[in-house]
């Protein structure tokens, strides 16, 4: 089988670690020092329960609540890994409006998305419970993580799960019953 070609946006707020999660990924370090990002893709190489993927990801320019929402990230990408970080409510609040942003643009109602709550490793800093982001994340019918780019602590859950959300998500289109529960079988 050939490899399946996917491409995976990750939005969020400034320096919520959506390079240092890329990279720790892609090229398996962390990035201590920050430089805003504009906009950088990576491609890898990874296999999925015996599926070959070429993955491109797409590290966004972090956004605020005022941003004005990229309209080429809401074509022409599969899936989203939303991140906020554990010690910054603001980037909690941010995430909300730029789900909402891109719900509007995307104009679909079943949009593959996994919500990251990124630096786990600064426990003793952490502002938002691993409740609140649940809370969010279920409200959304999404998938919810806790991360740490820094520990490589769930790294590649984050990936490994929005994949496997892109594919419920192409079966469900394809009328296939993906999870058993739904589609229709024609025979
Ligand atoms: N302690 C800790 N620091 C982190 C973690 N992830 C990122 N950082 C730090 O947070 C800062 C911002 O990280 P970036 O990965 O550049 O954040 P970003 O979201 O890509 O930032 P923008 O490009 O501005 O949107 C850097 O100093 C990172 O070293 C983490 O898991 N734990």
């Given at each position: 089988m050939p490899p399946k070609q996917r491409r995976i946006a990750i939005l969020g707020f400034?320096?919520?670690?959506k390079s240092s999660l890329t990279i720790q990924f892609v090229e398996g370090h962390f990035v201590d020092s920050y430089e805003p990002t504009i906009e950088n893709t990576f491609t890898k190489n990874t296999k999925l329960r015996g599926q070959e993927y070429q993955l491109t990801l797409v590290d966004t320019a972090g956004q605020d609540?005022?941003?004005?929402?990229?309209?080429?990230?809401?074509?022409?990408?599969h899936g989203y890994v939303l991140v906020y970080s554990i010690v910054d409510p603001r980037s909690l609040e941010v995430i909300q409006v730029i789900y909402d942003k891109l719900l509007d643009m995307t104009g679909k109602v079943n949009v593959p998305i996994v919500l990251v709550g990124n630096k786990r490793d600064l426990q003793g800093e952490r502002k938002i419970s691993q409740e609140q982001g649940k809370k969010l994340a279920d409200s959304w019918k999404a998938v919810f993580l806790e991360a740490s780019a820094k520990n490589n602590d769930s790294v590649i859950d984050i990936f490994s799960t929005i994949l496997t959300q892109i594919e419920k998500a192409d079966n469900s289109n394809n009328g296939q019953a993906g999870d058993g529960k739904g589609g229709c079988v024609v025979t």
């Open positions: 400034r320096s919520v670690g609540e005022y941003s004005i929402f990229p309209t080429q990230y809401s074509m022409d990408i």
